[in-house]
C-alpha cells in the first residue's frame, strides 16, 4: 500500500531533550516536506527536500532540523525543544516539487513541556 | 506571499443537501489545487487534485472547480452524508502548498 508513515504518533517530551521524528515514504517520490498545524495559523510548511541531499528552509524552520540521506526517509530533529513547538506535524511526499498530488502522513502530536 | 481564504469557517447541513465550499487566493501564479480532508486529531486525505490548466475534476459526489483568473475555487458536495462531516482545506501549489484554514463541515442526520 502507498503511505507516508512517521512515528512516533504522539510524543510528550521536555524543553530541551532532542528527539526525531521520522517520515518513510514507499512510493519512491522526490519530493518530501514536512509542515506543522497549529489552531489559528493553519499549515505551515518548515522545510523541504527536492531529492538526496537536497533540503531547505520553508516557512518556519526556525528550531528544526532535517536531512535526506535516503530518497524514502526524511527525519525531522529537534534539537533543543522548547514549548512553542507544541504542535501536529505532518510530512508530505510527491513524485516532484511541483504540479503533482501531494500525499500526507498521519500525523504526529508533540507536546513539549 | 500567497493568502488562501476558505469560506464559510464552518458550516452545518442536514443530510442529503447540496454544499459549496469556497476557497480564493491573492496570487494567480499557481501550478495546482487540492483539496483536503481532515477528521479530527487525524492526518489529510487528498480528495482532488486541479492543474493550473484545468477547470474542474470530479469524483464521485464531489466536483471542484478552479477560476485562476479571479483566484478562486469551489468544493461542491452533493448529497451530504453524515460521513461527510470533517474540516475540509483547500491547498494551492507553486513552490509550496499554501493552505487555508479549513471549513468544518457538520452534517447532521
Known amino acids: 500500500e502507498a503511505q507516508v508513515t512517521q512515528n512516533p504518533r504522539y510524543l510528550i517530551t521536555v524543553t530541551g531533550k532532542k528527539l526525531t521524528v521520522t517520515c518513510s515514504q514507499n512510493?519512491?517520490?522526490?519530493?518530501m516536506s514536512w509542515y506543522r498545524q497549529d489552531p489559528g495559523l493553519g499549515l505551515r510548511q518548515i522545510y523541504y527536500s527536492m531529492n538526496v541531499e537536497v533540503t531547505d528552509k520553508g516557512d518556519v524552520p526556525e528550531g528544526y532540523k532535517v536531512s535526506r540521506k535516503e530518497k524514502r526517509n526524511f527525519p525531522l530533529i529537534l534539537e533543543s525543544p522548547s514549548p512553542n513547538q507544541t504542535s501536529l506535524y505532518f510530512c508530505a511526499s510527491s513524485l516532484k516539487r511541483e504540479r503533482y498530488e501531494q500525499y500526507f502522513g498521519p500525523g504526529t502530536r508533540l507536546t513539549v513541556t | 506571499k500567497q493568502e488562501v481564504t476558505q469560506i464559510p469557517a464552518a458550516l452545518s447541513v442536514p443530510e442529503g443537501e447540496n454544499l459549496v465550499l469556497n476557497c480564493s487566493f491573492t496570487d494567480s501564479a499557481i501550478y495546482n489545487l487540492q483539496w483536503f480532508r481532515q477528521d479530527p486529531g487525524k492526518g489529510l486525505t487528498s480528495l482532488l487534485l486541479?492543474?493550473?490548466?484545468?477547470r474542474e475534476q470530479t469524483s464521485g459526489r464531489l466536483n471542484a472547480s478552479l477560476d485562476k483568473s479571479s483566484g478562486r475555487s469551489t468544493l461542491y458536495i452533493a448529497a451530504s452524508q453524515p460521513g461527510d462531516s470533517a474540516t475540509y482545506l483547500c491547498a494551492v501549489g507553486r513552490h509550496a502548498l499554501n493552505f487555508g484554514k479549513g471549513t468544518s463541515l457538520l452534517v447532521t442526520p
Open positions: 512510493m519512491n517520490h522526490e519530493y
Open positions: 486541479i492543474q493550473s490548466s484545468q
